[in-house]
């Protein structure tokens, strides 16, 4: 017997503003929510495809995400609830971005090229990951979401305000099409 697939849902696309507003503590009250929505973050980020997602994207104002580089293609999530960078390093790294919520825009971000997060497991343990590289990068990226903040909001007033306005128009024609 096989394992039930999950159920994916939507994402939400920019420029919605659920994706600006801030998220809100998990407590104990909130892990069943947590339980029950975990699996289809899961199998929404896989099927995107993406290697992060954060609880905003998909319409949830509690702050956890849930990441998966899938080095060497076998899948290792991270479910990361009530995270916070508590190190960064003085060093940085450009990389390209892309986001789940903004589908085929992508940019240089800087980030710094090290960080120390802390965070509570799915149990209610608490965590703490050392990241550089592309981890630490989509760490900060996702983070950020719970915080209200964008990829593009790291860029030029001109370049994320382009980008923007080509997510409307493609909306827009999508919705007439």
């Known amino acids: 017997m096989t394992a039930p697939k999950s159920v994916t849902l939507p994402i939400i696309l920019a420029p919605d503003a659920r994706l600006k507003a801030k998220t809100r503590r998990v407590t104990e009250r909130d892990r069943a929510t947590i339980a029950a929505l975990l699996p289809q973050m899961m199998a ?31 899948p290792e999530p991270i479910t990361l609830i009530n995270p916070k960078i508590e190190r960064m390093s003085r060093e ?60 593009v909001d790291h860029l030029s007033a001109l370049k994320r305000n382009m980008i923007l306005r080509k997510m409307v128009k493609e909306q827009r024609l999508k919705r007439a099409g």
Not at 113 to 138: H, N
Request: a negative charge; proline letters at 5%; aromatic letters at 6%.
């Open 44 to 74: 929404t980020m896989y099927a995107a495809p993406g290697i992060g997602l954060a609880a905003p994207q998909v319409g949830s104002d509690l702050r956890f995400a849930v990441i998966d580089l899938m080095a060497d293609g076998k």
């Open 92 to 151: 940085e790294a450009t990389r390209e971005e892309g986001c789940l919520s903004l589908p085929g825009h992508y940019a240089e971000v800087t980030r710094p090229e090290k960080i120390t997060v802390s965070y509570e497991d799915i149990d209610g343990k608490p965590r703490t990951l050392d990241a550089d590289g592309l981890l630490a990068t989509c760490l900060q990226h996702e983070i950020d979401h719970l915080d209200g903040v964008l990829f």
